[in-house]
């Protein structure tokens, strides 16, 4: 199969690979797939008071493509609020790396693994508030 | 050291032709083009003349009895084909059940399920964890309907030599036809059709450095005399059991081809041996959580699948672009699985699409295999450096023990 020229330079110079401290409090953490399907990514925001996301890191298992994708995330993500972010869809994605059919999958992941980390970061939110 | 980039590591999927068998090839498609059915000018003796030496060397290097034993083919799908639907066809009405294997080349699985739509029974037998049938479970599965035995002698993923000389008692004991999908071991493993009472043989020049486009099976002749249906109708080429005008440069590739595994077949799988064991090691032995698929005793001598736990495969392909190699994992294919092989060996999904298959040949070097086996140590370390998988190992975490959220 060949990949697109913006596949390979996200597989080749992935952004934004590491991890932030899962325990902090303005850090949401978003881990999704399974490794049984070829998959798995984990996507961390770190969220300011203004609700902004500050810094955004992953580490992905998987395919050239699942790999642009969450790294495309990532960069993308990074300097926008939650809800903007939140409003991110695996077409884009799909548009942006020219992902074939049956790589679709790997788009939709990075999707819910933003959802995820947005989800996990409000949840975070609300326990503290609620203290 | 010095290296061409890319490197063809992927022996398994084709060969190169090999220099030798072009040069013998070339005067037949301009000056000796002749069609080898024509019997009335010189044109059509010539070309029948070379298919027929063709046909020996070929003969020959499977240990077949007769040239005549001999039927050339479009390659081993095609060989596969007429073997399993032309003997159904023949001999159905004594018996409608096949046995084969779960491990076989869909050539043979996908050719079974379409004999079951017209009223064959198949058996498929499971292999153990390295890959092998048991001949025991051969000899269970046989009733007085079994027409046919079908089992590969080499696997093209893991390079697992099947025990056929064992099968191949049993069959000749009860009278049940065997065929083999020799295609991946002829040459490189020791393979007679006599030893090995084995009836009917596919065999292909493209993995052995002739051409593609240009197979055999071998149909024996005698004790037992095997008869089939044709499967394409025609001219009646090849003894009726197969019509279309033979690619005559091909099969003079073909013949050529197995000549030269005659003359030094022995000698370079005990190179490749050499090689496979240099490129294990040298990965192996650098990269932790590295496991190997498929039998460490009965393996093709080109062959090392490897799993790298924790990165995926097609990744990893990704990573080491200039070496050409092959892949288990669900994103080499359309169907989002990884391979029947591996998953029918017990490999555990996730060590399924971290698989990686490296096939040597004639043509790599003690130089590429070095290279490769650096060049693969560092992306599996960089790309582990990427997977949350291998973080969560790093930290203690009990990967089954993750509640995980297939999609």
Redesign the interface.
Known sequence: ?A?SEKV?DH?EH?RN?G?LDKDDPSVGTG????????????LQIKVNDQGVIEDAKF?????????ASSSLATEWIKGKSIDEAEKIKNVDIVQELNLPP?KI?CS??AE?AIKSAIADFRKKREARSAK | MSVKLPIFMDNHSTTPVDPRVLEEMLPYFTQKFGNAASRSHVFGWVAEEAVDYARERIAKLIGAQSEKEIVFTSGATESDNLALKGVFEFYKDKGNHIITQVTEHKAILDTCKRLEKDGAQVTYLGVDKTGRVDPDDVKKAITDKTILVSIMFANNEIGTVQPLEEIGKITRERGVLLHSDAVQGVGKVDFDVQKMNVDLASITAHKMYGPKGCGALYVRRSKPRVRLVAQMDGGGHERGMRSGTLNVPGIVGFGKAAQIMMDEGKAESARLIELRERLRKRIQDRVEETYINGSVDHRLPGNLNLSFN??????MM??IKDVAVSSG????S?S?E?SYVLRALGV???LA?SSIRFGLGRFNTEDEVDYVADLVVDKVKHLR???????MHKEGID?KSVQ????
Not at chain 2, 310 to 315: Q, S
Not at chain 2, 329 to 332: H, K, L, V
């Open positions: 199969m990949y390979i597989a992935p690979v991890t881990l999704v797939g399974a490794p049984a399907c070829g998959d798995v990514m984990r580490k992905t298992f998987g395919c050239g493509s699942a790999i049956v999958h939709v992941l819910d | 924790f990165v995926e495969g097609e990744a990704m990573a994992s669900a994103c080499t359309a989002l990884p555990g999904d996730e699409h450096e990427m997977s949350p998988l291998w973080e990967l995980w959220t297939a999609h």
